[in-house]
Nanobody
Framework: QVHLSESGGGSVQAGGSLRLSCGSS??????????AGWYRRAPGKERELVAT???????TYTDSVKGRFTISRDHGKNSVYLQMNSLKPEDTAIYYC???????????WGQGTRVTVSS
């Protein structure tokens, strides 16, 4: 069973920055077999995909975070990161790390880290 552990959440004022980290127990050799992603669930809303990154470094972002958030991954550390700049109150949510195996045979989630942005 793969374990994901997020960190870096917290409370900031609008315009501030946070960097979320997600460490995984996936082996170094297998980490490249996963697409990594960050999702979030805002209060009263459904979970939404924020960003993804393939092992080759291709990224996707939901429109509301483009130009403000950057997803990255470190294969040597089996980790995924989300740099969040120019934070807005509407970014307030619990953020979840996800690893989806490219053949969709495995899908893992972290426990979530809370981000609160005040105006």
């Amino acid at each position: 069973q793969v374990h994901l552990s997020e960190s870096g959440g917290g409370s900031v004022q609008a315009g501030g920055s946070l960097r979320l980290s997600c460490g995984s127990s996936v082996s170094i050799s297998e980490f490249s077999l996963y697409v990594a992603g960050w999702y979030r669930r805002a209060p009263g809303k459904e979970r939404e995909l924020v960003a993804t990154i393939t092992s080759g470094g291709s990224t996707t972002y939901t429109d509301s975070v483009k130009g403000r958030f950057t997803i990255s991954r470190d294969h040597g550390k089996n980790s995924v990161y989300l740099q969040m700049n120019s934070l807005k109150p509407e970014d307030t949510a619990i953020y979840y790390c996800n690893l989806l195996r490219v053949d969709r045979s495995a899908n893992y989630w972290g426990q979530g880290t809370r981000v609160t942005v005040s105006s």
